[in-house]
């Protein structure tokens, strides 16, 4: 051990941990359709009377003034904020059916939890996020970046995202950012320090290949078997392709003002650049930052307490309910810049071949409240809320499930985050019939509190 720790203290690589998950613990089962998945977590709670699941017949005071549209498939309807997103209906199947069965997630860092992990977090084992399982079992295609990338991973509950009981090295890789469309934009940690040049690293590489040598030449071992880990580090630093899967300014302006000029399609942007240079699992969240464009949005996410249907701020002083720093659901950083970036997406991935072999995920930690408060906004409500799914085998132009006439309560084919998270790994083919293991040697099974949703298999 403590040559290890020595040696580990002599490469410091511009301090880059090695990624875990390159030697799978198990392959993936034949069943598999998904290579890889795309989180879109939209964070703060998405009201899906506004969105996914219109009710015009809702009581008039609680109404969203909001429309019912027609999408490209007949019958299946969204809200007029989803206008862009209807024209690719015919690719999403819309789960109005979500609800958490179980009380201890009605807040926003346990619903964030329930939701990156399928697993209650008041759960007797803390599980880890499905990304870190995915980069624990399957490994990752790209050797040179990390299986499991949160971009930017710097949303409200960003500190919530775990390993549980996996191996740090299997935590999400985060990009960081405030503005991913800034000119400046880069991923400061994948890039050499300015005392760590290119043939400096290359000089260690040669180094560290010496010491091996001499090590196994008496004893035919190696320092510890990290080799393949450090191997990597090499490659992430010096490969020209990690810096390429991150170029959202060499991307097209055409391509760029098709997911919207901004943070939010910057970010969905990037998330389908490092599917396409075969991250494994990638989770894109966005809270639009602090602009003179947008004065007083200055926590931009979905939580949307107050006066939810202005056309500007919803206030920047905390004298009402708690939604202040927002702006309204119908605004451009929110939905408008939602509704572009999302659809956007789902047709680039389709058009460049990626759709089929990756399973898209549009989730939020759960819904709002079926009434307006007195304050004209909505609060948290788990009862019912919707998410999307699309790509990987998923039957589009399908909705599953069903709520009331006010989007209260379910009425058809309950879902829970339990799964959720079984389908994803389902899609993957992961084995949830074989456990993984505590660093006590402990046996867990993983996503057996629920069936996948059978709709979408």
């Given at each position: 051990m403590p040559r290890l720790l020595?040696?580990?203290?002599?490469?410091?690589?511009?301090?880059?941990?090695?990624?875990?998950?390159?030697?799978?613990?198990?392959?993936?089962?034949?069943?598999?359709?998904?290579?890889?998945?795309?989180?879109?977590?939209?964070?703060?709670?998405?009201?899906?009377?506004?969105?996914?699941?219109?009710?015009?017949?809702?009581?008039?005071?609680?109404?969203?003034?909001?429309?019912?549209?027609?999408?490209?498939?007949?019958?299946?309807?969204?809200?007029?904020?989803?206008?862009?997103?209807?024209?690719?209906?015919?690719?999403?199947?819309?789960?109005?059916?979500?609800?958490?069965?179980?009380?201890?997630?009605?807040?926003?860092?346990?619903?964030?939890?329930?939701?990156?992990?399928?697993?209650?977090?008041?759960?007797?084992?803390?599980?880890?996020?499905?990304?870190?399982?995915?980069?624990?079992?399957?490994?990752?295609?790209?050797?040179?970046?990390?299986?499991?990338?949160?971009?930017?991973?710097?949303?409200?509950?960003?500190?919530?995202?775990?390993?549980?009981?996996?191996?740090?090295?299997?935590?999400?890789?985060?990009?960081?950012?405030?503005?991913?469309?800034?000119?400046g934009w880069k991923v400061g940690a994948l890039d050499p320090r300015a005392d760590t040049p290119a043939a400096r690293l290359a000089a260690r590489?040669?180094?560290?290949?010496?010491?091996n040598g001499r090590s196994s030449a008496g004893t035919g071992r190696t320092f510890g078997g990290m080799d393949r880990f450090y191997d990597q580090a090499f490659d992430t630093l010096t490969s020209a392709k990690v810096a390429k899967a991150f170029d959202y300014q060499g991307e097209p302006l055409a391509v760029r003002e098709r997911y919207g000029i901004g943070h939010r399609g910057a970010c969905y942007l990037v998330g389908r650049k490092l599917i396409e240079a075969g991250v494994r699992f990638v989770t894109v969240d966005v809270r639009w930052p602090l602009a003179k464009e947008y004065p007083g949005g200055f926590n931009m996410n979905w939580d949307h307490h107050d006066?939810?249907?202005?056309?500007?701020?919803?206030?920047?002083?905390?004298?009402?309910?708690?939604?202040?720093?927002?702006?309204?659901?119908?605004?451009?950083?929110?939905?408008?810049?939602?509704?572009?970036?999302?659809?956007?997406?789902?047709?680039?991935?389709?058009?460049?071949?990626?759709?089929?072999?990756?399973?898209?995920?549009?989730?939020?930690?759960?819904?709002?409240?079926?009434?307006?408060?007195?304050?004209?906004?909505?609060?948290?409500?788990?009862?019912?809320?919707?998410?999307?799914?699309?790509?990987a085998g998923v039957k589009g132009g399908q909705v599953i499930g069903s709520t009331d006439k006010d989007g209260g309560q379910v009425t058809n084919d309950p879902y829970t985050p339990e799964a959720y998270g079984a389908t994803v790994f389902e899609k993957l083919g992961i084995d949830r019939s074989k456990p993984l293991y505590t660093a006590s040697d402990r046996p867990v099974f993983i996503g057996h509190e629920a069936d996948p949703i059978s709709q979408v298999m």
């Open positions: 020595s040696r580990r203290n002599f490469f410091g690589l511009a301090g880059l941990v090695p990624f875990a998950g390159l030697r799978p613990t198990f392959a993936a089962s034949t069943r598999a359709r998904a290579k890889s998945v795309l989180v879109i977590l939209e964070q703060g709670g998405v009201s899906q009377m506004d969105t996914w699941d219109p009710k015009p017949d809702a009581v008039v005071e609680h109404r969203s003034p909001y429309k019912p549209i027609s999408t490209t498939v007949p019958g299946m309807r969204f809200t007029e904020l989803l206008k862009e997103t209807a024209k690719v209906a015919d690719k999403l199947a819309v789960v109005r059916s979500m609800w958490h069965p179980k009380a201890g997630a009605s807040g926003h860092g346990e619903g964030t939890q329930y939701m990156l992990s399928g697993a209650h977090p008041g759960s007797a084992v803390h599980m880890p996020d499905l990304g870190s399982v995915a980069s624990h079992t399957l490994g990752t295609s790209a050797h040179f970046l990390p299986p499991y990338v949160m971009v930017p991973g710097n949303h409200e509950q960003a500190n919530v995202t775990s390993t549980g009981f996996l191996p740090v090295g299997t935590k999400a890789f985060k990009t960081g950012g405030g503005d991913l469309s800034a000119p590489q040669q180094l560290l290949a010496g010491l006066l939810m249907y202005v056309n500007g701020s919803c206030g920047t002083i905390r004298d009402k309910a708690g939604g202040e720093g927002r702006y309204g659901i119908g605004t451009w950083p929110m939905m408008g810049s939602t509704d572009r970036a999302f659809a956007a997406l789902i047709a680039d991935l389709d058009q460049r071949g990626l759709l089929a072999e990756t399973l898209v995920c549009f989730v939020t930690e759960f819904g709002r409240t079926p009434k307006l408060n007195k304050f004209q906004g909505r609060d948290h409500w788990t009862n019912a809320y919707s998410i999307a799914l699309a790509g």
